[in-house]
């Protein structure tokens, strides 16, 4: 490793290490010191493929442009089928691409942002590395797979994803537990989009009632590119934290985020994204869907920043109340640095129409049938820029969680 790498290597740990009490700006706090820091177990991914379906991941990739698998903190596999992706472990780019790591490593997340950023440097997650070419137009999906398997581990990917200008990429995510796991998940997403790049990156996650989840995701978009994000939590789970930033550095760059978040039991969900429109003529939309039930709660915040003319950015936050006990909270807000922008929101948290529902009843439909469909419909976000095929998954497993509602 040559030494203005190892420089830098050895200033993130630094930076890292003073950052480890350093508690987040939201969300409930949690101790580090309750879990362990280790490579963890592997395991047979075939034991887990009806949940890894669940998750929009197939085991074969034969419908995959490329597949990346990590249990705990192992990269057990990766597959590219084009010279035009990249793909590699984050171990494997720090020793052999010296370049990546210099210009990508920890520069649009700060590693000493709070100690989740911290403890995934210091715990050597793993995580994956893609790296889109230029002109590449890849229109099968790329998956990455994130199974969390021991007891009580710190789970902490650190991925990195560069589209080079003029490219197209999908991205799925599917993360995951095995049944009745507990631990903490606290991963960093760093996403690069160059000039007229498009990046698609749709996260499924279905975690277990024990786990708490600390996401640490950034985005860096220039001119002319273009940024996709859906984000779909399914399952009950101890807390969710996570607060994505994109920013819109280059002339008519454009962010879509949308979330379907599912609060169930006792979960504690704390989502928001936000995206700084700084280049000129760039557009940006934040999109939530929100279904609280049990004694669930749900805090949807949204941001947009506008730092130059003639932008636009709309924030549309719905959600659901299903029981007295649950709870929606949503803050959405508006920050504008000039005058010639155009910055727009609109909010609505209720409960299911009981007119809907012997509308519903009157044509022969049962009061869960009815419920069950008016839910279904309101969990319906236009989910951009995917091939059908895991639309049409993503549907059905969104469709099965409502009839469980």
Request: with cysteine; charged share 25%; hydrophobic share 40%.
């Amino acid at each position: 490793m040559k030494e203005e790498l190892e420089k830098q290597l050895e200033k993130i740990k630094r930076k890292a290490k003073h950052a480890l009490s350093k508690k987040a700006a939201y969300g409930p706090d949690i101790d580090l010191t309750l879990y362990i820091k280790s490579r963890g177990e592997a395991v047979k991914l075939e034991d887990y493929e009806e949940k890894l379906m669940n998750v929009g991941i197939e085991l074969s990739s034969k419908s995959r442009a490329a597949s990346y698998f990590q249990v705990d903190n192992i990269a057990l596999n990766t597959y590219s089928s084009t010279d035009e992706i990249e793909l590699t472990s984050l171990s494997t780019a720090i020793r052999e691409n010296e370049d990546l790591i210099l210009n990508y490593y920890w520069k649009a997340v700060p590693v000493d942002l709070d100690k989740y950023t911290a403890i995934a440097e210091l715990a050597g997650g793993e995580g994956y590395v893609i790296v889109a070419h230029k002109d590449a137009r890849i229109k099968r999906p790329i998956q990455t797979c994130l199974l969390l398997h021991k007891p009580k581990l710190i789970q902490a990917p650190h991925n990195i994803i560069v589209a080079e200008e003029n490219s197209e990429i999908h991205i799925v995510t599917g993360c995951l537990t095995s049944l009745g796991a507990e631990g903490l998940h606290a991963g960093v997403t760093e996403i690069y989009v160059k000039k007229n790049a498009t990046v698609t990156y749709t996260m499924i996650h279905n975690w277990s009632r024990k786990i708490h989840v600390r996401p640490r995701t950034a985005a860096i978009v220039e001119n002319g590119g273009k940024l996709i994000l859906h984000y779909i939590n399914m399952s009950p789970i101890a807390s969710l934290q996570s607060y994505p930033k994109i920013e819109l550095i280059g002339a008519e760059s454009k962010a879509y985020t949308s979330s379907i978040l599912i609060g169930r039991e006792s979960s504690l969900l704390d989502l928001g994204s936000c995206i700084i429109l700084s280049g000129e003529r760039t557009s940006g939309e934040v999109v939530s869907r929100i279904i609280a039930t049990d004694s669930s709660k749900v805090i949807s915040r949204a941001k947009l920043v506008g730092e130059a003319r003639n932008v636009k950015g709309h924030i549309e936050c719905s959600g659901l109340l299903l029981t007295n006990k649950a709870k929606i909270t949503t803050i959405p807000e508006l920050e504008a640095k000039v005058s010639e922008l155009q910055l727009t929101h609109e909010a609505a948290v209720g409960r299911i129409s009981e007119e809907e529902v012997i509308y519903l009843m009157a044509r022969g439909f049962t009061r869960r049938e009815a419920e069950s469909m008016i839910v279904r419909g309101f969990m319906e976000v236009s989910i951009k820029d995917l091939p059908n095929s895991l639309i049409k998954r993503i549907q059905k497993v969104l469709d099965l969680v409502a009839e469980k509602l």
